[in-house]
């Protein structure tokens, strides 16, 4: 089964910078797909960046040339470095993976770590 785990939220000034990280196990990480989505309050859930397992990376037009997604195969971890953060920033974030095992697309979701921006 696979297990993500966030860590690096927090609470920090606006136009300050903070580091996501996830560590995952329980699967073939650099076969998958990793992505970090978030949610604030009375929102739908957004992609914020996808990193696939060849290294290509998309972001969500909100976040474009400030927030950076990375992965790393050997340790199993996927980071979201978010440089001059907005309030409009402030949610929860979420891990996520995926990818396809015999023909089914498998996707896990960590527990999500609260990121707050104040003006």
């Known amino acids: 089964q696979v297990q993500l785990v966030e860590s690096g939220g927090g609470l920090v000034q606006a136009g300050g910078s903070l580091r996501l990280s996830c560590a995952a196990s329980g699967t073939s990480f650099s076969l998958n797909r990793m992505a970090w989505y978030r949610q604030a309050p009375g929102k739908q859930r957004e992609l914020v960046a996808l990193?696939?397992?060849?290294?290509?990376?998309n972001y969500a037009d909100s976040v474009k040339g400030r927030f950076t997604i990375s992965r790393d195969n050997a340790k199993n971890t996927v980071s979201l470095q978010m440089n001059s953060l907005k309030p409009e920033d402030t949610a929860v974030y979420y891990c996520?993976?995926?990818?396809?095992?015999?023909?089914?697309?498998?996707?896990?979701w960590g527990q999500g770590t609260q990121v707050t921006i104040s003006s």
């Open positions: 990193i696939t397992s060849g290294g290509s990376t």
């Open positions: 996520y993976t995926d990818r396809y095992n015999s023909g089914t697309l498998i996707r896990s």
